[in-house]
């Protein structure tokens, strides 16, 4: 067995409960948003938690939804967006919020995404912020989703490093200002990649669904599965892997794919 195969990876998509997902077929006919989760873990072992950054996290809103999952099943949650996206109310007392409200989840816990706007380059101002916010959140496994290249730097992460946060492996378009797509590993116990689409005419659009419209095709996903994702795991622990490319369902499908290639590279 290869170093890399040693490595466990686990799929899922980001975000669980969206209902054109019954239309799709991913679930069944009638299919009412309550009982997605439970049907979603019969399929992938993992999802990434959107609704977190939508709304402050809740404590009785996690623990219910922890009911509804087998134990074993795990989550990534992503950081609210008051504290990313819409700084503009106290970052101390929202950051407490949250903290307070994810803790139920700490068992279940593979990361907590902190997922940065494109806007937000590597200044003075800004690199301040994310040491203090990183700082805060210390005592959680991070993982950090930059959209700016400006962060693309080495000296970026020797800081992860030293703070064994892991840099998130983003899979989309080729923009001049967006930060690339690296197999760089600033933390040995974990890395975690997005797969966003490569629908480019759809992110230059800012429609939402345009954007992550997109369906990966296998000979892709082979590809992607021998280059980075080898790279990722022969120098990880454990690796996440969320798809992103929500639009009619093409997330599960393609997380599904991506399964079924790691199977038969190890049967």
């Known amino acids: 067995m290869t170093d890399s195969m040693r490595c466990p990876v686990f799929i899922g998509t980001s975000g669980y409960s969206y209902t054109e997902w019954v239309d799709s077929g991913f679930y069944p006919p009638g299919t009412r948003t309550p009982g997605m989760l439970s049907l979603y873990a019969d399929v992938f072992p993992i999802v990434e938690l959107n609704y977190t950054w939508y709304q402050m996290v809740r404590a009785e809103a996690i623990s219910r939804l922890i009911a509804s999952a087998p ?63 990183l700082d805060g959140l210390h005592g959680f496994p991070l993982a950090v989703e930059f959209r700016h290249i400006s962060w693309a730097r080495d000296s970026v992460f020797r800081e992860l490093e030293e703070r064994r946060i892991t840099l998130v492996t983003v899979d989309a378009p080729s923009m ?57 795991r022969s120098r990880s622990g454990k690796g996440l892997i969320f798809f992103n490319n929500h639009v009619r369902a093409q997330a599960p499908d393609n997380g599904k794919l991506l399964q079924s290639i790691l199977e038969k590279e190890q049967a």
């Open 71 to 133: 134990k074993s099943f795990l989550f990534a949650a992503k950081l609210t967006r008051t504290l990313t996206h819409e700084r503009d109310r106290d970052w101390k007392h929202e950051l407490k919020l949250y903290r307070e409200g994810i803790r139920p989840l700490e068992k279940q816990l593979a990361a907590i995404l902190v997922q940065l706007p494109p806007g937000f380059n590597r200044s003075v101002q800004n690199r301040y912020y994310l040491a203090h916010l």
């Open 176 to 232: 001049p200002t967006l930060f690339p797509c690296l197999d760089v590993v600033t933390n040995p116990d974990l890395f975690f990649v997005r797969f966003h689409g490569r629908n480019l005419q759809g992110w230059q659009s800012g429609n939402i669904q345009k954007k992550f419209d997109y369906s990966y095709s296998r000979e892709e996903l082979a590809q992607w599965n021998q280059g980075v994702l080898k790279s990722l």
